[in-house]
């Protein structure tokens, strides 16, 4: 692990290959650590042909937090929203893009090809159409437009957004992890009981941190619609989406690609918002075809 400062923060990344090999920048979802990429995925990338960079968003595990603005309180800005005015955050997935631009230039780092999951799919949505002069390709992975009208997620992985463990134990934190890991994950592929333990107690022994959450969350509700944006990207562009996604249903990715023109959209059967580890090989492979020829 290595700590830059980049954009006004201190940001924890790690990287894995050879410096000398094109670039990828992993850039992950809502209150999800570094460490949420896989291992086989992170270094199988690099064993690949590729210098891949791992990273802590803003108010996440060990980069700089926003725990001098207070909670953030999500349902109040939710109906702003549906009353159309306008939400207060903290920071908007804007600043948690130029973050990431940030990032390589601490690196020296020119272009990268950006890889992003869930609301890390929204930040590098922004960065192909912002900062494209950084980018060689986009991969949003089951991620979103936030276009209005798209279907909602099913109600059990939502309501999972906004729950909280039974007392602030460790064991309680774990279980409530383990239990929204089995509620977002992947029908045809479930996590074996111990490799899913520990993947959340590592987490959580990283760092507990809901508030940052709550905070980014907030980010994504005040930062609004990428519809337009997306219209804009000059990237090449692949978008990944599991067909059996609870949470961000299968027609967000399908939206993300009609936007974006010339992206290539590759879906999967029994794929739902995680990364399991049956499925890691396959999505590996796909990901260093599509970027290695850009």
């Known amino acids: 692990m290595a700590r830059a400062k980049a954009n006004g923060i201190d940001i924890e990344y790690e990287t894995a290959g050879r410096k000398g090999d094109p670039a990828i920048l992993l850039i992950m979802g809502l209150g999800a650590q570094l460490t949420i990429w896989p291992d086989k995925l992170f270094t199988g990338l690099a064993d690949r042909g590729f210098y891949v960079i791992r990273f802590d968003n803003r108010d996440t595990g060990l980069s700089t937090d926003f725990g001098a603005w207070g909670p953030a309180n999500v349902p109040a800005a939710i109906q702003k929203v549906m009353k159309g ?121 990283r760092r507990w941190y809901p508030e940052g959450v709550g905070r980014q969350y907030l980010s994504v509700i005040a930062s609004g619609s990428r519809a337009e944006l997306l219209k804009t990207v000059k990237v090449p562009t692949l978008v990944m989406h599991g067909e059996e996604d609870p949470l961000l249903p299968i027609a967000c990715g ?28 396959t999505i590996a492979d796909k990901i260093a075809a599509f970027c290695r020829v850009r």
């Open 85 to 205: 005015e306008k939400v207060a955050a903290p920071y908007y997935l804007d600043d948690m893009a130029a973050d990431a631009v940030g990032l390589l230039d601490a690196l020296g780092i020119d272009k990268a090809h950006m890889v992003g999951a869930s609301m890390g799919g929204m930040i590098v949505q922004i960065v192909a159409a912002k900062h494209a002069s950084r980018a060689r390709s986009m991969v949003s992975i089951y991620s979103t437009s936030g276009r209005p009208g798209l279907p909602p997620g099913k109600p059990e992985a939502l309501a999972m957004l906004g729950s909280v463990p039974a007392d602030d134990t460790r064991e309680a934190r774990v279980l409530h992890g383990m239990k929204l890991r089995r509620t977002i994950g992947s029908p045809a592929y479930p996590m074996p009981e111990a490799e899913l333990r520990a993947l959340v107690e590592r987490n959580v022994d």
């Open 254 to 281: 399908r939206d993300v690609a009609s936007l974006v023109p010339g992206a290539e959209f590759w879906g999967h059967a029994g794929w739902g918002h995680d990364f399991p580890p049956q499925l890691i090989p």
